[in-house]
């Protein structure tokens, strides 16, 4: 297998400002009601000792990807050149399976019922380019890139999981913050 | 530029270099819009401009914005009565003509002061709006009284200038009453923020709740709402009774230290944590911190502009950069040394200023000895309106509002609906639908900044023209070529470069040597080199002249003002003090069985400016519903979970709102976000009661003249006590 392309964030320059989650939306003309990208805070402890954070997340192309094996119809299909999963909305049956699987409830399903999600955008890397999310980014928390060059970032760790994403993170916090990432915990979410 | 020379890329899109108007028509955000069959479907980020490519969510939600169903598209002429929100469909012209009849009509009748024009937040368009009054004749431009101003007029006062913090090489930055995340991050004052954490500099955040910026800082100072002049003059207190000021700049560049130390002996930190709710040892604290660690430096907002303690908390703040230390040196509070670009020949007409015309002022933002002050003269927002309703000392006879929405941006909305009804003459002039639009007698429908290429816009060291990205898609023209039109319409064209906009562009850029057919062709503007940086420039800039007429300088004796003879002269107190706001535990501790609760409210937020934006539905998906953010005790104690409506009631009015549990949050205080009235109908959301029982939040808090403005600066108070209770 070749390269894998994916995310890295530092959970303490991200400050919820969803410029991320907008530019995706805009970029791919995503409809109402549907986010590629989500955007959630996260509190731990008692006012005034608290710990707040904001995780901004996509499908994170995993290592492993579960929505790939459990899609019947081969309409989700996972990269040689640079692992991004991607959806071929033609072949999609509609049936749900991926998001059954997905532990971070990543597909969506608009209006036309067809699974819908980020890829990264392939066409602008393709350019050259970084991801809309990436780009616009005002604290450059949000990055992008080969999983080996972002392993390059200093203190960053691997998203633990059983699908293997291709997400770094970093925060002083992790490990206040893994038990209430929005996929493991009902918590007050902003 | 790579793209935009370009210009047409292969996908069949052109791409137009141009600025961000999201936020209003000024030198904002670089951005690359995007059109595709003559449409704008798309905005990315200018790499070149001072933005570095970064943009916030509301600049990709601009063709949603600039599309809406709201836009007005063609001028009104209202048929019905006030408020039913019947009206005729009338021409540009015919709109001008309508104003420009009654102007003439009641100057000869009232005089031309009759005429008041409410400001929003300075925009580019602001000296059209002087120029107009100075030709009219009118003083009466209605400033906010909670805009940048307030805080300048307080540092200029004690500083002489008002200085930037020096985020890059400092030690210890005090996030004071700001919010970087939310507004104007893409400009690169959050990256500076956390770029200077991740070399090891310390980040203390004072203000009232635990937002996102806030929950990264390394120490959270929880401050009341409205409290900050306490907090203030107590680190006053620790700093000089401990010894921790810089003794060799106080002797030499201060004046009166001997009458503030005895004077802030009374400011005890006990004293301010009963006030602030901030705990004495914290204070001493932040107090000893800031005053340890060199260098050190505040970034400080607006949120100081929202009490009537305004000016106080920042002649205190003012003060303790300086006996800290810290003034223009590296990594403290800087004078800026500006930079090479030649600044643009001005339109405000500032030349024609006479006492006759401070003296004409109808309710002056600043004291008449202090006017003109930095922009021009100006009344305050508030006080033209309610003017209509007192007639004192006169009555406005015509309100012009552009750009700007009277009953959600200013307090006390029931009297500025009264006022509205009242008025003789409303005009609204705006690019969308407004929430007083129903009141208005013309209805003046202008482009957005992506219809316009002009006017070219001047920041810091950055010059570039306006580019048009689509034509206009209704009978109208911008906001500029407005008040030159109704300029020439009224007689003063002389005035007005006969109507031609090019030629006032083109006037304005003649400091430049070229014309705005020249600028265009610098696809990303010009821009020029920084001046090298001077550090201690204290006897230059304690000795800049004031704008008074009298062109005095703001430091009669050349050193930081620590006792102010000249508010003194004007019977003002010459040392900061602390001032109540209207309602609060300290000041009204009577009504606190009622209205238990302190209540203040965001001016920003991640998706919206002020009272706008709520239309558009990328931005409304961000934050759907007015919330009341509530501790979670003291929801518990009420019954209240999260996304409950809930009735909140203070002793000037009721606000209807969704319940957002929120950890962050002070137990005693409740917050909301101003500006809320406007539906989305594409989310099925319906428009709110702009009084009792709808959101918004100015329709809650006083505006007893004795108690709700700052003397100086008629800052207002957006502080109240309020009851909260889950609707039945």
Same mark, same amino acid.
């Given at each position: ?20 989650? &907008?530019?995706?939306? !805009? ?46 119809? +081969? ?86 999981? /059983? ?18 990432? =929005? ?8 | ?5 370009? #210009? ?16 209003? =028509? ?117 400033? #906010? +009284?909670?805009? @940048? ?54 980040? $203390? ?9 806030? *929950? ?33 700049? $106080? ?51 607006? +949120? ?12 205190? &703040? ?46 002056? %933002? ?60 409303? &005009? ?6 407004? *929430? ?108 800049? =002249? ?35 706001? /209207? ?16 209540? #203040? ?5 991640? !998706? ?32 209240? #979970? ?5 009735? $909140? ?9 969704? !319940? ?23 989310? +099925? ?17 006083? $505006?007893?003249? @004795?108690? !709700? ?17 889950? %609707?039945?």
């Amino acid at each position: 297998m070749g390269k894998q392309v994916g995310f890295y964030l530092d959970l303490d320059r991200c400050v919820q400002c969803h410029a991320c989650e &907008v530019a995706c939306k !805009a970029r791919h003309g995503i409809e109402l009601g549907i986010t590629w990208r989500r955007v959630v805070g996260m509190w731990v402890g008692q006012y005034p000792d608290l710990v707040n954070r904001t995780i901004t997340f996509s499908c994170m192309h995993c290592g492993e990807p579960s929505c790939v094996d459990a899609c019947s119809s +081969g309409a989700i299909t996972k990269r040689a050149e640079d692992g991004i999963v991607v959806v071929d909305r033609v072949e999609c049956i509609a049936c749900g399976a991926c998001a059954e699987a997905c532990p971070f409830g990543v597909p969506q399903f608009g209006q036309d019922g067809i699974m819908q999600k980020c890829d990264l955008c392939v066409d602008r890397l393709a350019q050259g380019r970084q991801p809309a999310c990436v780009e616009t980014c005002p604290s450059e928390a949000l990055r992008s890139g080969t999983m080996e060059e972002l392993s390059m970032v200093a203190q960053a760790r691997p998203l633990a999981g /059983p699908t293997q994403p291709s997400m770094w993170v970093v925060s002083d916090k992790w490990s206040v913050l893994e038990p209430v990432l =929005p996929w493991k915990s009902d918590h007050p979410a902003s | 530029m790579d793209r935009a020379v370009l #210009s047409q890329d292969k996908s069949g899109e052109r791409i137009v270099p141009t600025f961000c108007a999201m936020c209003g =028509p000024l030198a904002a955000c670089g951005i690359n819009a995007m059109v595709r069959d003559g449409r704008f479907v798309g905005v990315e980020g200018m790499r070149e401009a001072p933005n570095q490519g970064r943009l916030c969510p509301r600049a990709f939600a601009a063709p949603q914005w600039v599309y809406s169903p709201q836009r007005l598209t063609h001028p009104l002429r209202r048929v019905g009565q006030r408020g039913e929100g019947k009206f005729q469909r009338i021409g540009w012209d015919e709109a001008l003509d309508i104003i420009a009849n009654r102007l003439v009509q009641q100057k000869q009748e009232f005089g031309p002061e009759s005429l008041g024009i409410l400001a929003s937040a300075r925009r580019t368009y602001a000296d059209y709006m002087y120029r107009f009054l100075m030709a009219h004749g009118s003083p009466n431009y209605g400033h #906010s +009284g909670i805009c @940048a101003q307030q805080k300048r007029f307080g540092f200029n006062y004690t500083l002489g200038m008002a200085p930037v913090p020096d985020l890059a090489r400092s030690n210890l930055i005090l996030v004071w009453g700001k919010q970087p995340a939310f507004s104007g991050a893409p400009g690169g004052q959050l990256k500076a923020i956390l770029d200077a954490q991740a070399r090891g500099a310390k980040v $203390v955040s004072i203000k009232p709740s635990m937002e996102p910026d806030v *929950a990264l800082a390394d120490m959270w100072v929880p401050i009341r709402p409205g409290t900050d002049a306490a907090l203030a003059l107590a680190m006053l207190n620790v700093v000089i009774n401990e010894n921790l000021y810089d003794a060799d700049f $106080v002797s030499r560049w201060t004046y009166g230290f001997d009458r503030l130390e005895a004077h802030v002996q009374q400011y005890t930190p006990q004293w301010a944590a009963r006030i602030t709710g901030v705990p004495a040892e914290q204070i001493v604290q932040v107090a000893r911190l800031y005053a340890t660690t060199k260098p050190a430096c505040i970034l400080h907002g607006n +949120g100081f502009e929202h009490a009537p303690g305004c000016t106080d908390a920042i002649r205190a &703040v003012a003060i303790l950069m300086a006996i800290s230390g810290n003034l223009d040196r590296p990594g403290g509070d800087l004078f800026p040394a500006g930079s090479t670009m030649p600044a643009p020949r001005g339109v405000h007409l500032r030349e024609r200023y006479t006492p006759e015309w401070v003296d004409k002022l109808l309710g002056p %933002e600043f004291p008449k000895p202090f006017q003109p002050n930095v922009e021009g003269t100006s009344s305050a927002y508030y006080r033209l309106l309610e003017s209509v309703l007192t007639e004192k000392p006169y009555p406005l006879r015509t309100i012009i509002a552009p750009g700007t929405q009277p009953v959600v941006s200013t307090r006390g909305s029931k009297n500025v609906m009264e006022a509205l009804k009242k008025v003789d003459f409303f &005009v609204a002039i705006n690019v969308m639908q407004t *929430a007083e639009m129903d009141y208005a007698d013309v209805v003046v429908p202008v482009a957005t900044m992506y219809e316009c290429d002009h006017p070219f816009e001047a920041q810091d060291r950055w010059i570039m023209a306006r580019n048009r990205v689509i034509e206009p898609l209704g009978d109208y023209k911008s906001d500029y070529e407005f008040w030159l039109d109704l300029g020439v319409k009224m007689g003063y064209g002389a005035d007005f470069w006969d109507g031609d906009i090019e030629a006032c562009m083109n006037y304005q850029l003649e400091p430049f040597g070229m014309t705005l057919e020249e600028l265009r062709r610098h696809p990303t503007g010009i821009v020029y080199d920084p001046r090298p940086m001077v550090y201690e420039k204290y006897a230059q800039v304690f000795n800049r =002249p004031s704008p008074r007429l009298s062109k005095a300088p703001f430091l009669p004796q050349s050193k930081v003002a620590l006792y102010n003879t000249t508010l003194e002269e004007h019977g003002f107190n010459p040392l900061p003090e602390w001032r109540e706001p /209207p309602e609060s535990p300290t000041a009204t501790p009577e009504l606190l069985e009622r209205y238990p609760l302190i209540l #203040s409210d965001y001016h920003t937020s991640k !998706a919206y400016n002020a009272s706008w934006l709520r239309n558009v539905p990328y931005l409304r998906e961000l934050l759907p519903h007015p919330t009341l953010q509530i501790h979670p005790d003291t929801a518990r104690a009420r019954g209240i #979970s999260d996304g409950d409506w809930v009735r $909140v009631e203070s002793p000037h009015g009721t606000m209807r709102i969704r !319940a957002e549990i929120f950890p962050g949050m002070r137990p005693d205080t409740v917050m909301a976000l101003h500006g809320w009235w406007q539906g989305c109908a594409e989310l +099925g959301l319906s428009d709110y009661p702009l009084l009792d029982g709808g959101a918004n939040t100015n329709n809650m808090y006083s $505006v007893d003249p @004795a108690k !709700a403005y700052d003397p100086l600066v008629t800052a207002m108070s957006s502080q109240t006590l309020v009851q909260v209770s889950k %609707e039945p």
